[in-house]
């Protein structure tokens, strides 16, 4: 018998260097890998713009938890944003947010043959708020987006660019068959990616 559990532990440690995405009942840790292999997420917010005020408006942006890498991810989604960009301005008068985040814009649903609307294509969706981070957390936030998104440096420095992130208040894993799985940020935060 304790062979057998050895070889099962040996074959998922095997999985999980190539990887492979922790099995659906490891939601909080299926939650910490797919935000970390993504280099980008869909934010919606509650429009403010003339036209579109109170419906949802959603936006992409290029977002990272730290450098590429296996066991590098925070878990904290980092953002670059100016005020010259409409979803910044409706999050000036709201700050509350969704973020979405799936694994089809990785190699791993196309390997897999999943369509991305397939739950198995995981996908993630934070609910929360986008926050200014503080001069501390400035340093951390920049070394996760320009280790990613190198071409950040480079943007107009008229353009008054400031790192934000995404503060977690709740998370929907989709990762499998039979409804989303909901995560709490303590369960989140408590796991290794």
Request: hydrophobic residues 45%.
């Amino acid at each position: 018998m304790a062979a057998v559990l050895l070889l099962l532990l040996l074959s998922a440690a095997a999985l999980a260097a190539r990887g492979a995405l922790p099995p659906p009942e490891q939601a909080a840790r299926v939650a910490r890998v797919v935000l970390h292999s993504c280099d980008w997420g869909a934010l919606a917010t509650l429009s403010a713009q003339d036209g579109l005020r109170g419906h949802p408006f959603a936006n992409v942006f290029s977002i990272s938890d730290g450098a590429p890498g296996p066991g590098r991810g925070s878990g904290v989604p980092y953002l670059y944003l100016t005020d010259m960009e409409i979803s910044v301005r409706d999050l000036r008068v709201n700050s509350n947010a969704s973020l979405t985040v799936s694994l089809a814009q990785t190699p791993y649903c196309k390997k897999h043959k999943y369509d991305p609307q397939n739950p198995l294509c995981a996908h993630i969706i934070f609910c929360g708020s986008v926050v200014k981070v503080n001069d501390s957390e400035a340093a951390i936030a920049k070394k996760a987006l320009f280790s990613r998104h190198p071409e950040m440096e480079s943007w107009p420095k008229d353009h008054n660019w400031f790192f934000a992130k995404f503060n977690i208040t709740n998370i929907w894993v989709l990762d499998y068959f039979g409804g989303l799985k909901i995560v709490t940020p303590e369960e989140y935060y408590s796991v290794k990616p």
